[in-house]
């Protein structure tokens, strides 16, 4: 290995995931792919432990299955029959000659579903969007119409491919969002606050 000049290209690139809005684009306060990336290498985490898969191989694929947006954009429900989206090419594109070409593979196998590993990172990625969505209904977005156009529960519960996804999608759908300051620590509840 030369020097690091595609690698840094590829960082760099990698970098504008920040001011990409996941596609939720019509609601104030969505997502940037790069937010969302973070929340589904957690969620695939805790899927591949559930299911005794490969964590570094789960985890690799979830870091790298939305980095090609950063050329193809994040397409909503509603652009998508209008678009062909090349998500290998741009993969292959921005990943050729870096110190990371290797993991090539891992995106042709979340294309696919491949594996187990792939399987578990699309229901983390469904899950995610789950989540999402049900935040910024609760903090009172401008986009509730869009939300309950997108918002079939069952008809996501069905495309889910694991066990543990299936699971992890209801106890989702059971919860609201910020439900867990109720029961974490506070200052409040200590009688500190404000001390």
């Known amino acids: 290995?030369?020097?690091?000049?595609?690698?840094?290209?590829?960082?760099?690139?990698?970098?504008?995931?920040?001011?990409?809005?996941?596609?939720?684009?019509?609601?104030?306060?969505?997502?940037?792919?790069?937010?969302?990336?973070?929340?589904?290498?957690?969620?695939?985490?805790?899927?591949?432990?559930?299911?005794?898969a490969d964590i570094t191989k789960t985890v690799l694929i979830a870091l790298l299955h939305d980095v090609?947006?950063?050329?193809?954009?994040?397409?909503?429900?509603?652009?998508?029959?209008?678009?062909?989206?090349?998500?290998?090419?741009?993969?292959?594109?921005?990943?050729?000659?870096?110190?990371?070409?290797?993991?090539?593979?891992?995106?042709?196998?979340?294309?696919?579903?491949?594996?187990?590993?792939?399987?578990?990172?699309?229901?983390?990625d469904m899950i995610e969007c789950e989540m999402e969505m049900r935040e910024l209904k609760e903090m009172g977005s401008n986009c509730n119409a869009y939300f309950d156009a997108l918002g079939d529960t069952e008809y996501v519960f069905n495309k889910l491919r694991t066990e543990s996804g299936k699971a992890m999608y209801r106890e989702v759908c059971n919860r609201r969002p910020f439900d867990h300051f109720q029961r974490s620590p506070n200052t409040r509840k200590s009688n500190k606050h404000g001390t």
């Open 1 to 52: 290995m030369a020097n690091f000049t595609n690698d840094v290209d590829f960082l760099y690139e990698v970098g504008e995931l920040r001011k990409i809005i996941r596609y939720f684009q019509y609601a104030q306060g969505a997502s940037s792919v790069t937010e969302h990336t973070f929340r589904v290498c957690m969620t695939a985490l805790i899927l591949a432990k559930r299911e005794g």
């Open 68 to 124: 090609p947006e950063v050329r193809t954009g994040d397409a909503n429900p509603w652009q998508k029959p209008y678009l062909e989206i090349h998500t290998e090419k741009a993969a292959h594109d921005m990943l050729s000659g870096t110190t990371l070409a290797d993991l090539l593979p891992l995106i042709h196998d979340y294309e696919k579903r491949e594996s187990l590993e792939a399987k578990i990172v699309k229901d983390a």
